[in-house]
């Protein structure tokens, strides 16, 4: 199969898992209690107006009549309004979704530079002392509530040695006197396409904690991921031949036994990294930082349901996306996996 077949079909797979989504939202939109023209209003709103707003929105409307308007909007970027905010939703995730996803990929980032390397000199040096070690860590790092961390960390480089901000994604001082144009959401490109580089620094200094505490868990997940799949691709037989032939360790580790280990890596990062964007509620709370976590708990403190079912619309995209890619990588880097996908014998 060719990759363009390969792409149309997984394409068109992730067509079906969108409407899915799309349908399942809407059922659950009409069976949870309450009025969305009521939540929109508020409890004191006269019933005129009720009424005026569910003619508004075509809640009136027979309900295969609002589905196909609901994927229609959908599909055209209008996500609907925010009960709390009063504002398209669009318009909300334009400001948080970056935010997050900055954030989400920095501490992807750190955790392939980090983990994957940890994980092939932990394999290299199995049953040792730096193994060892190494599992230890790794262990407490999947095993610590990311709070925990996070409180831990502010009490350190915050409270104690004053190295880093306590939260936020830039500092007031730098808004006022080193403001900059922001073209993608992400501040750490947006101060270096400005050169603004006193602003870019201080982006990268409130980054820093937030990050590490959303990395510790993927960084601890890729070193046993990949010290698992090195120890195995290590007892190949073309392993012993390249070491007889004269290769030094680093090649065969990081040229030969890496590109076979680190295909069920990826895999697991690429899972990791999209649920990273619900997963840093904590995170994003307790360092003030503003995007789809906090965004995601004000909807669900405020019964806003529509926001929910945009945030669950925007971390299903991610998914599809987040798959194909990994998908293309694994087949790029291991002939053995066809592009119709499997493995061949």
């Given at each position: 199969?060719?990759?363009?077949?390969?792409?149309?079909?997984?394409a068109a797979l992730a067509?079906?898992?969108?409407?899915g989504v799309l349908l399942l939202t809407f059922i659950v939109s009409r069976v949870i209690p309450g009025d969305p023209a009521r939540l929109?209003?508020?409890?004191?709103?006269?019933?005129?107006?009720?009424q005026q707003v569910r003619e508004e929105f075509g809640l009136n409307d027979p309900l295969p009549q609002q589905f196909l308007r609901y994927v229609g909007s959908t599909l055209s970027g209008d996500l609907g309004y925010s009960f709390r905010t009063k504002r398209p939703i669009v318009e909300d995730l334009r400001t948080?979704?970056?935010?997050?996803m900055e954030l989400v990929l920095v501490s992807t980032v750190l955790a392939v530079t980090i983990?994957?390397?940890?994980?092939?000199?932990?394999?290299?040096?199995a049953g040792k002392a730096f193994d060892q070690f190494s599992r230890i860590i790794t262990i407490a790092g999947v095993s610590i509530p990311s709070f925990w961390l996070a409180l831990l960390l502010q009490l350190l480089f915050f409270m104690t040695l004053d190295w880093l901000p306590l939260g936020g994604r830039l500092s007031r001082d730098i808004l006022l006197t080193d403001p900059f144009t922001q073209v993608t959401g992400f501040f750490l490109i947006d101060a270096a396409l400005a050169g603004n580089w006193e602003a870019w620094r201080d982006a990268?200094?409130?980054?820093?904690?937030?990050?590490?505490?959303?990395?510790?868990?993927?960084?601890?997940?890729?070193?046993?991921?990949t010290r698992a799949s090195m120890l195995e691709v290590l007892s190949e037989t073309y392993i012993t031949a390249a070491r007889a032939s004269g290769l030094s360790e680093i090649e065969i580790l990081f040229k030969l036994a890496l590109k076979n280990a680190i295909v069920p890596t990826l895999t697991v990062l690429g899972l990791v990294f999209a649920f990273s964007?619900?997963?840093?509620?904590?995170v994003e709370i307790i360092f003030s930082w503003p995007?789809?976590?906090?965004?995601?708990?004000?909807?669900?403190?405020s019964d806003d349901v529509y926001v929910l079912f945009a945030v669950t619309l925007i971390v299903t995209i991610v998914y599809i996306i987040v798959n194909l890619l990994v998908d293309f990588v694994q087949a790029a880097l291991d002939p053995r996996i066809r592009m119709g996908g499997g493995s061949e014998a």
């Open positions: 199969m060719s990759r363009i077949e390969y792409l149309a079909r997984r067509v079906f898992v969108l409407l929109y209003l508020g409890s004191r709103a006269r019933a005129e107006a009720i948080r979704l970056p935010a997050t983990g994957v390397p940890l994980g092939v000199l932990s394999a290299s040096q990268l200094w409130h980054i820093i904690m937030p990050a590490a505490v959303l990395a510790t868990y993927p960084i601890s997940l890729s070193v046993r991921m964007i619900t997963g840093a509620v904590l995007g789809m976590g906090s965004y995601m708990l004000n909807a669900i403190l």
